[in-house]
């Protein structure tokens, strides 16, 4: 964190010959975010994989999200910062998941020495920023939500990115981003760490990568056609290009959402020739090996007075998994079957989805939502011939809409994951979560 900290001094060191800027004060917001989490999982016996059977935590989240305005001038300078606060209810030793020394923390909080989770844990995370006409360069904690970098909100708390990032907005219906990452704190963590991908990112001696550099463009062609392309390579792993397109079309009573992505990954520098930064896969006579992948996936929505209906196929090809940054205590990718449990992007998998939500607000229940998702994986390359996976995934939503607690949510969420994958355990899971948001500034 203390890059971040450097960042800010900086930034304060400037803001403090601007002191009472109109702007900078003036804009600034704050909002305290609460979050109550409450986890079940049952590892069904399967396999050989000698993971802990039954999982439950529960815990209370504290977030505090800053962010100043600009100080005048041609160039506009800022502040943001979140701080964050995860406390424990409850979690016993035998439900907290028992890490080995291969593994990281619980499902939701940080071990201690004795193996149990710990009371409580937090961070701060600093951001200095600056602007001029219509391009933003941010230092600091970063939150990306990108095709190749996507930050986790899954649990407790979120996980954080630490680096730096332009964002430009000079030419109309183009956006423009680059950056470059340096570390990343887990989402049940209050350490920064190096980045790493499936199959060498072990705890203890894995191999890590301190530079993740990404750009790209969104370049919206009409209001309703999007078209993206990002690259991303995390050093000594990976590289990958992203080309995407997103277009709405109203047919009828509705709006027909298309969503396209492919992904083509390859091999850099230490991935392609040395086993302890092999990625995972299946490359014939073992399974790891370097980079390989090309993952292509269609996503359609129809949307209807308040139903709608989906379906997906995705092929990941190769010899290798599809690889994103993941340190192996939680991460998200920006794949369309990137699930509750698992991310249906093996080598040779091929994955088709069905889908269906309804916004109950069509029927007098504003802020009552609920969804179902089912998705079926087959054709994974393994040592024992091609091995299949199914996820049903149930979420059930509700905001208060309005009155004395507006904002107020809760959610349940279960999912169910079954394979004849070797070394694997069925999975069921269900996540009970409380959110409530209060404006400070």
Known sequence: MYKSTLALAV????????????????????????????????????????????????????????????????????????????????????????????????????????????????????????????????????????????????????????????????????????????????????????????????????????????????????????????????????????????????IGPGVLKSDFRYFHSTDDGANSNDPAYFTSGWYGNGTKGKVDNDLYSALFLYTVQGHTFGGGYQVSSGDSDFPWLNQGDGSSNYTITDSQIQKFGRAGERTWQARYSYDFAKVGLAGATAGVTYLKGDNIDSAIGDRTEWERDITVAYVVPEGTLKGLGIMWKNATWRSDIANTKDQDENRLILSYSIPLL
Do not use: C
């Open 11 to 250: 930034a304060v060191g400037v803001l403090a010959q601007q002191a009472g800027a109109a702007g900078f004060i003036e804009d600034s917001k704050a909002t305290l975010k609460l979050r109550n989490f409450y986890i079940n999982t049952d590892n069904r016996n399967h396999g050989t994989n000698t993971s802990t059977n039954y999982q439950e935590e529960w815990g209370q989240g504290f977030q505090v999200d800053y962010a100043s305005g600009f100080t005048q001038g041609t160039v506009g300078f800022g502040v943001d910062a979140i701080a964050l606060l995860g406390v424990r209810l409850d979690s016993g030793k035998g439900r907290h998941g028992n890490p080995t020394s291969a593994s990281y923390a619980g499902s939701v909080f940080p071990t201690d020495s004795s193996g149990r989770a710990v009371d409580e844990y937090s961070s701060l995370g600093l951001t200095a920023k600056a602007k001029i006409s219509q391009t933003e360069l941010r230092y600091g904690t970063l939150l990306p939500k990108l095709p190749v970098i996507s930050y986790n909100d899954g649990r407790l708390l979120p996980q954080t990115f630490e680096g730096g990032q332009i964002t430009s907005n000079e030419f109309k219906d183009l956006t423009l981003i680059g950056g470059q990452i340096e570390h990343v704190k887990g989402r049940n963590s209050s350490n920064n760490e190096e980045m790493s991908i499936a199959g060498a990112n072990n705890a203890r001696t894995g191999k890590f990568s301190n530079k993740f550099l990404y750009a790209g463009a969104d370049y919206k062609v009409t209001k309703d056609l999007l078209l993206q392309y990002y690259y991303g390579n995390l050093e000594d792993f990976y590289k990958q290009h992203f080309l995407g397109a997103v277009h709405n079309w109203a």
